[in-house]
Nanobody
Framework: QVQLVESGGGLVQPGGSLRLSCAAS????????MGWYRQAPGKQRELVAL???????NYVDSAKGRFTISRDNAKNAVYLQMNSLKPEDTAVYYC???????????WGQGTQVTVSS
């Protein structure tokens, strides 16, 4: 059974930082491309950052220079370091895992990030 469990969300002031973590089980973690998505109220879920099984990264334009995605294959974990947070970053953040484009995407339950003064 595949499980992705996110943690690290919370309330932070504009300009602050948060580090999200996602612990994976039930998959051969190193084989999977891992992603962080977010969904704000009334908006579609969007990809924020992706790290491939080989370690290549990609970011949505609004996250470039502020967010960093990383993975630790020994711990079956993926992280999202978020700096210089803005109110528009407020959303539920989801961890995802996918092995191939034709395969299933697994999702975590999400963690709320609220950026507000």
């Amino acid at each position: 059974q595949v499980q992705l469990v996110e943690s690290g969300g919370g309330l932070v002031q504009p300009g602050g930082s948060l580090r999200l973590s996602c612990a994976a089980s039930g998959i051969i973690f190193s084989y999977y491309h891992m992603g962080w998505y977010r969904q704000a109220p009334g908006k579609q879920r969007e990809l924020v950052a992706l790290i491939t099984s080989g370690g290549s990264t990609n970011y949505v334009d609004s996250a470039k220079g502020r967010f960093t995605i990383s993975r630790d294959n020994a711990k079956n974990a993926v992280y999202l370091q978020m700096n210089s947070l803005k109110p528009e970053d407020t959303a539920v953040y989801y961890c995802s895992a996918r092995r191939t484009s034709a395969g299933p995407t697994y999702w975590g339950q999400g963690t709320q990030v609220t950026v507000s003064s």
